[in-house]
C-alpha cells in the first residue's frame, strides 16, 4: 500500500534547505532513511473484554491495522497487527479456562523470550491492559506475577500496566460525561486501584511497576465517548521505549486530534508527546549524536550550532503533523 511516510517529508525537507552544506545534507538523507526501517514490537495482553483492541484502536491508525493483520504463525491465538514501523501482537490473558490458560501462559512467554536476527530482545514493550471496571482483578495479578515478570529477563522496564475503562469503575457512576473525566470521588477510586495494583505486584515480585488508568472510549451507535488519558498512555509507552526507536510512533499513532484530548493534566502530556518524538528524530538523522564524519568536523565551532539549529527545523517540519497534533 502506498501511503505517506514521515520520512518522506524528512527528505524532502531536508532537499529544500539552503543553510545545510551539501556534505551535511548527504548525511542526515542516509540516516534518515535508515529510520524507515525503525521497529518497535508491542505485546498487549489482558483479560477478555478488557479492552485490549479498543486500546489498539485509540492509539494507532486502524486503517492500517487491518492491512497487516495476521494470526501470528507460532501461536494461534496471537493475533499480529502490522503498521507501518510499529508490530502489535495482541494475545489473550488468562481466565479462557485451564487449558487455553496454560496456552496463553505459554505463549506469551515464548513471545517474551523471544530473539529478534540480531539476538536482540524481540518484544520492546508489554502493555497488560486491566478491566477497571472489574472488581476481581486476581487473574490478572497471576498474569503478572506468574507469567509476565519471570519471562521478562533482568531488564523489567519492558512491562506497562494499565488500567481501562476508568469510566466504568464505579459502575458507571461519578464520570462526568460533559466533561469526560471521572469527579474527585471516582478520581480518589482509581487512585486507590492504582496504588492496590502497584502494591500487589510488589509483594508478589519485588518488582516496581507505575500503574495508570484511563479509558480507551468506545463508539456505540449514535453514542461516542472519547478517550481519556490516552495521552498519558502514550507518554508511558514512551518513556519505556528506548529513545532511538521513539520514532516508530510518529509514523503510526492516531492522527485524529480528539484520541489526545482529555486527560487528568497533570503534566503537559501532549508536550512530552512531542519533544520526546521530535528528540528521537533528531537522535535518529545525527546518529544518536555521535554523527558521522561531515557533520561531526562542524559540530562544536559556530558551524556546528548552525547546523544543528538546521537540524532542528528539518525535523521540526518533516513531522509538522505530529507538532500540530499535540503542541
Ligand atoms: N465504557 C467503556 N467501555 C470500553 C472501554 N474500552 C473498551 N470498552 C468496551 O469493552 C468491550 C470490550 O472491549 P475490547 O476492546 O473488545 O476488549 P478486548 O480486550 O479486545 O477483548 P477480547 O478481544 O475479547 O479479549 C467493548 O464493548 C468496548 O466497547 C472504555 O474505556 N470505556
Ligand atoms: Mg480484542
Redesign the pocket.
Known sequence: MQHQHIVDDLIREIHTRKDLPEGAKTELLRNVARLRDTRVNILVT??????????INALFNTQKARVGQGVDPETMDIVRYEFDNIVLF?S?GLGDGKEADLRHAKNITAKLREKDADGNLLVDLVLV?LDGSSRDLGTSFELINQVIIPSLGDDKSRLLVAI?????AMKGRHWNHGENQPDPTLAAFLEEKVASTKRRIREATGVDVEPIY?????K?GGQV?N?YNLAKLLVWMLRHTKQEKRVAFAQDINKDSRMWQDDDRRADYRAEISASLVESVIVGATLGGTLGTTLGGMIGGPAGAAVGRAIGTVVGGGIALVRSLFG
Request: hydrophobic share 25%.
Open positions: 489482558g483479560a477478555t473484554g478488557s479492552g485490549k483492541s479498543s486500546t495482541d489473550p491492559v481501562n475503562q476508568a469510566d466504568m484511563y479509558a480507551a472510549g468506545y456505540d465517548q478517550p
